[in-house]
C-alpha cells in the first residue's frame, strides 16, 4: 500500500437494455474498462517515481452479475438479441420473475438459507430462465457460469475459483435435490462442471497471481497475488472499517453504532 498517493479514474461501462427489465453487459467490455483504469492508475505512479513493486496484490469486486463462458474462456449469449458479446445479465435483470416463483413454490429446504425464497436477481432463475428461453444459444454452449467478481479474478489469474462471498449470497446451495426439483438437473449430472466446484474464502490467493497476459493488460508485474473477491456492497461494508468516522463520533454514539449503520447502508447483514 502507498499511503501517500490516492488515485481515481473511472470508465463508463456498455449496459444494453433490449426488453423491460432486461439488462445486460458485456464480459469483454468490463475487463477492457477495469484494464484502462488500472493502467492510468498505476501510470500515476510511475509518474510519481513509485514503483510498481511496491504494489503487493490486488482484489476485484463488482456486482452479483451473471456471466456466460465457453470452454475457452469466451463469451456466450444471454440475450434475446442473440449477439454473443452480450453474455452478462446484470444483477438488477428481472427477466426471471416466473422462474424464481416457481423455484419458491416448491418450498425446497434450501429456501430457508434465503430468507424462505429466491429473488429473480439472484443466479439460479436466471440460469433456469437460460436453459428453459435459450436452450441452443446458451445453455447447452455454455461450460461455465461466473458471477461478475469471480470472473475478473479468472480473467487476472486463469483460474476459476469461486467465492464463498458469491455463493452463499446468490447461488442459493448446491444441492442435489433442490437443483433436480427445480430442473436444473443437467448441473448435478455433469458433477457441476457448469459452476466450477473449488471454492475460497474472500482474501485468499487465487491460482499464482497475475498471468502474464493480464499483467500486461493491467501494467502491473506478473504473478501479482491476486485475492478471491467479494460482492459490491461487502467490499464497501469492509472499506468503512478503515474509515475516517471522527466527524460522526459523539458522546452518545459509540464507534460500534457507526459501524453497524455503515454496514446496513451498504446492504450488509451481520450475525451479531
Known sequence: MVKSCRVLHVRPLQIWQPLPDYYEQSSEDIWRNVCLVVK?????????????????????????????????????????????????????????????????????????????????????????????????????????????????????????????CSLVCSQSGWDDSFLEAIGLEDLVNTNYSKLASKVSSPGEPVGKGLTKTAAADLGLWNGMPVGTSLIDAHAGGLGVIGADVSTLLGENKPLTSCLRLSFVEHHLVTWL
Not at 505512479?45 to 451473471?66: M, P, V, Y
Not at 475478473?152 to 467465492?163: K, M
Open 40 to 164: 492510468e492508475v498505476s501510470s500515476v505512479l510511475t509518474d510519481k517515481n513509485i514503483s510498481i513493486q511496491k504494489i503487493r496484490g490486488i482484489g476485484f469486486d463488482a456486482t452479483c452479475s451473471l456471466v456466460a463462458l465457453d470452454s475457452t474462456g469466451g463469451p456466450v449469449t444471454i440475450s434475446p438479441s442473440k449477439e454473443p458479446h452480450r453474455n452478462v445479465i446484470m444483477w438488477l435483470d428481472h427477466r426471471a420473475m416466473d422462474q424464481a416463483q416457481r423455484i419458491n413454490n416448491t418450498k425446497h429446504k434450501v429456501l430457508s438459507y434465503v430468507g424462505g425464497g429466491v429473488s429473480p436477481e439472484m443466479e439460479i432463475p436466471k440460469m433456469l430462465w437460460l436453459k428453459e428461453m435459450l436452450p441452443g444459444d446458451c445453455w447447452e454452449k455454455s461450460a461455465v457460469f461466473l458471477e461478475l467478481p469471480e470472473f475478473l479474478t479468472y480473467r487476472a489469474t486463469n483460474d476459476r475459483t469461486r467465492s464463498m
